[in-house]
């Protein structure tokens, strides 16, 4: 590993270990998500945020997951929901960018995504399993990117962004939702 790494979080791609990415690789409002996960594997963080979910929707029930903490928030189903599709937007602009992709890509807006989906009508259960998937899916993406792949850039929402910046963002995203289910829903574990 290199030297320096230790304390910060990194990605370790076979025999390279790419780090934190910098301030320019990423709009500032990201700065919220990359903070969360500044230090350790990252992989390992990733795959530890699926058990993580397991451990959180376990401790609720059907009945509890359709409460919010405070009127106008989310349910519990619609938090999960919404990390799985967040995390499949984030995850497919990793892949365009970190393929060499030169076409800008378009934000979104989280808020009608959630509306649209109606992910209270839907089981937790199923709900946990979808992000499950979605987490494996990004994973399996991660194996095919190699360390150059990782320091390339893109442009999202008029913004330029970096592919391990991107995996910061995943990551970092996945977290916020983990903290916000055990702080504000009480459900889940560190």
Do not use: C
Request: proline share 4%.
């Amino acid at each position: 590993m290199a030297r320096g790494l230790v304390e910060k979080a990194y990605i370790a791609v076979g025999e390279f270990v790419v780090g934190v990415p910098e301030e320019g690789e990423y709009a500032s409002f990201y700065g919220t998500y990359v903070d969360q996960v500044r230090t350790g594997n990252l992989l390992e963080r990733l795959r530890h945020q699926g058990q993580r979910v397991d451990d959180a929707v376990s401790a609720t029930t059907e009945e509890e997951s359709l409460r919010s903490y405070a009127p106008g928030k989310w349910t519990v189903r619609q938090v999960l929901g919404h990390m799985a599709d967040s995390e499949r937007v984030f995850s497919y602009r990793l892949l365009r960018i970190g393929r060499s992709d030169p076409t800008p890509l378009a934000g979104f807006e989280q808020n009608p995504y959630v509306a649209a989906a109606d992910f209270n009508a839907r089981r937790l259960s199923d709900l946990a399993e979808d992000f499950r998937i979605v987490r494996r899916a990004t994973l399996r993406l991660l194996d095919t990117l190699s360390a150059d792949d990782l320091t390339r850039t893109g442009i999202v929402n008029g913004d330029p962004i970096s592919a391990r910046a991107l995996v910061f963002v995943i990551a970092g995203h996945a977290e916020h939702h983990l903290r916000i289910l055990r702080d504000q829903y009480g459900v889940g574990r560190p």
